[in-house]
């Protein structure tokens, strides 16, 4: 009556199929994410760990002296001064919002708001 030659294998097809979404994000969300570093900078704002970790708090922090307390007082990196600012600062070294920015973003499944009103460079 029964077809164990045809029901084992139809198990294995159907066990591999319900669980492909599994496969499926190992490969996609499992890997650390590619991002693309400035090529004529040595150095961030702050050091590469502290930057990592703490870059939003940076940010919240710059914001809050240029708008509240109008300190747009510069900022220096290997000897060029720079502003308190997300454009005119972090996006001239990191000049790719969609190479830097956002594999990190997506990877860490956060959406910053910011770019609705600050443009991101042109690409
Ligand atoms: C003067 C150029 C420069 C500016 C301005 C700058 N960065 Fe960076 N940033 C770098 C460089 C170079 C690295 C890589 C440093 C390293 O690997 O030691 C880096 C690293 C980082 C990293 C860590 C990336 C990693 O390897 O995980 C983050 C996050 C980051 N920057 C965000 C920002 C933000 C946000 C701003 C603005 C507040 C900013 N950067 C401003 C040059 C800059
Ligand atoms: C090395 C990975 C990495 C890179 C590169 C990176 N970020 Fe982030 N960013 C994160 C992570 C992780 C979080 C979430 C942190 C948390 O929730 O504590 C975050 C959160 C933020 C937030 C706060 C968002 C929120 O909704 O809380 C802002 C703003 C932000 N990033 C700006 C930037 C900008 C601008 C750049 C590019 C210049 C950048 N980040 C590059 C990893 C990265
Ligand atoms: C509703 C619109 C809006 C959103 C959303 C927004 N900003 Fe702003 N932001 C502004 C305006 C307007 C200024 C004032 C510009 C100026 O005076 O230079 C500003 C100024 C700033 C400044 C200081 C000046 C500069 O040129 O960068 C920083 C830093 C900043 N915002 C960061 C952020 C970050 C980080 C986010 C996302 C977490 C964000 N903003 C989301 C409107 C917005």
Not at 32 to 49: F, G, H
Not at 96 to 101: M, N, P
Request: hydrophobic share 40%; glycine share 4%; net charge positive.
């Amino acid at each position: 009556m029964y077809d164990s030659g045809k029901i084992i294998p139809g198990l294995i097809v159907f066990v591999l199929f319900i669980t492909i979404p599994i496969w499926y994000n190992r490969g996609s969300a499992g890997a650390p994410p590619k991002i693309e570093l400035p090529k004529d900078a040595k150095t961030c704002v702050l050091p590469a760990a502290e930057i990592r970790a703490k870059h939003m708090q940076l940010l919240n922090v710059w914001r809050d002296e240029v708008l509240r307390d109008g300190q747009r007082a510069n900022i220096e990196i290997e000897g060029k001064q720079y502003p308190k600012s997300l454009m005119l600062t972090c996006m001239k070294c990191h000049t790719s919002k969609k190479q830097f920015c956002d594999p990190c973003h997506t990877y860490a499944a956060v959406k910053p708001y910011c770019w609705e009103c600050h443009l991101a460079p042109v690409e």
